[in-house]
C-alpha cells in the first residue's frame, strides 16, 4: 500500500507523553478523551485494549487526530481493567466480557458517542478503530450500523468468521505474531462490494498489544512498527474517505 503525503506526516510515537486533547463526560458518567481539530469534517471514534485509559491509547489517539481527524476516545470500560485473576482464566475473562464490554452492554455509550459527532461536532464521516477487546467492538458495530464508513482491527481478538461476513464497511486488519491467521477473513471481505478498500498487513516481529498498553515505546523497534501501523490506518481510511 502506498502511503499519501499526509500519511508520511504521521508523527511518531514517543516513550514519554504529555496528551493534548481535553476531556469531558456524556451521558454523566461515560469520560470522552478528544482531540484534534475542531474544524475538521471527519471523526476516528478510538476503542482503547482492556487495560483502558493507557497513556498509550491518549498518544495514538493524538497521532491520529494530527492526521486530520477529531478523535474522540470514550472510556467505555469506566477504567476498569478485567482483574489479573481473570486475564488468567478463559472462562472468567469471557464472563468479564458478557458484563462490561459487550456490544449489547455498551450500546447507549455507541449511541451517545455516534449522536455527540453527528449533533454537537457537526460530523458525519466517522471511522472506527479498535484494539484487541476494542477490535470486536468495532466489527460489533460495522454489523449493526451502516453510519460506519470503516474501521481498523489493530492487534484484534476474539473475532470469528462471522464478524468479518457480517460487516458493513472496508476493515484494515493489523495483527500480530500472536494472532491467528486470518486470510480467510480477509478473503470473505474482499468479496464484498467495498473489498478493494480493505488492507491486511501483518506484523509478525510484534507482540500481541504493540500498539497498545503493551507497546514499549521506548524501544526504536517497537516504536517504529508503532508508527507504521499508525500510518498504514491513516492510509486506508484516506483511501476510503476518497471514495465515500
Known sequence: MSLISQCCNTPPVQAEYTPI??????????ECYISGSKDSKQAIIYIYDIFCLHP????????????????????FLRNTPPSAEALGDGQKFGQWVKE????????????????????????DRVFLIGFCWGAKMVMELSAHDKFYLGGALVHPS?????????????????????????SKDYEVLTAKSFGPLCYQQRFDDMIHGWCAARGEWSDQKVAERANEAFRAVVSGFSKINSTA
Open 158 to 182: 476474539l473475532l470469528d468468521i462471522s464478524d468479518f461476513e457480517n460487516a458493513q464497511a472496508p476493515m484494515i486488519i493489523l495483527p500480530s505474531q500472536n494472532e491467528r491467521d486470518f
Open 100 to 123: 462490561k464490554g459487550s456490544y449489547e452492554v455498551l450500546q447507549s455509550d455507541f449511541n451517545a458517542v455516534k449522536n455527540y459527532l453527528v449533533n454537537v461536532e457537526k460530523i
Open 56 to 75: 498509550n491509547a491518549y498518544q495514538g489517539a493524538d497521532i491520529l487526530a494530527k492526521s486530520g481527524y477529531r478523535v474522540i476516545l470514550p472510556d
Open 21 to 30: 486533547g481535553e476531556k469531558f463526560k456524556l451521558k454523566e458518567d461515560l
